[in-house]
């Protein structure tokens, strides 16, 4: 890898952009949590940018301080805690775009309820070791072993976001105005 390259990949820039992702994230989730402390669509995306720094700082946890293999069993706590986190951030993404920009919940208190069901069991399968198996050292770095269990957070996360992008794109085409346009920005 040349200097230039190096550079431009190095684990302190890394780093750096990291923690500025993080702290503008958490900027933006209390900014719009702030501004209306009641409003679902509100507390829905602030827990959001919540999971997805925790599931940043994981992954960078993961790729660049437990790749020794001494570090095997930690390496796979944060594999399985990376998944953890993104189990609920699909989840919450679809009730984002359910919601926005209402105040209220608009799911049926059914469907929120198997919501809610399938992704708790989603981040217990996720933390067992039916996710991850375990780890092996290979090509240089420790690489998280799948196992069955990743299947059912796969697919359920996968539809998540599949209905998350469908009700968005649902919303964008019949609103207008500034609802729209913050509907362009979610998308």
Known sequence: MSTAAHLLFSPSLELILLIIAIVANGFLA?????????????????????????????????????QNPQYSELSLLTARFGILFAAPMSALFFLLAHTIPSKV?????????VVLGSTFIMTLLNLSPFAFTGVVFEGGALQPTPGLGLIPFAAI???????????LLHKYRRESGVTKKQLGLVL
Not at 33 to 57: E, G, P
Not at 105 to 113: G, P
């Open 157 to 167: 996360s996968t539809l998540y976001s599949a209905l998350a992008v469908y009700w």
């Open 30 to 66: 209390y900014g719009v949590y702030r501004s209306d402390t009641r409003s679902a669509t509100n507390i829905i995306f602030a827990l959001l940018s919540l999971f997805t720094s925790l599931w940043l700082a994981d992954n960078y946890v993961t790729n660049n301080i437990v």
């Open 105 to 113: 919940i608009l799911l049926s208190k059914r469907s929120y309820r």
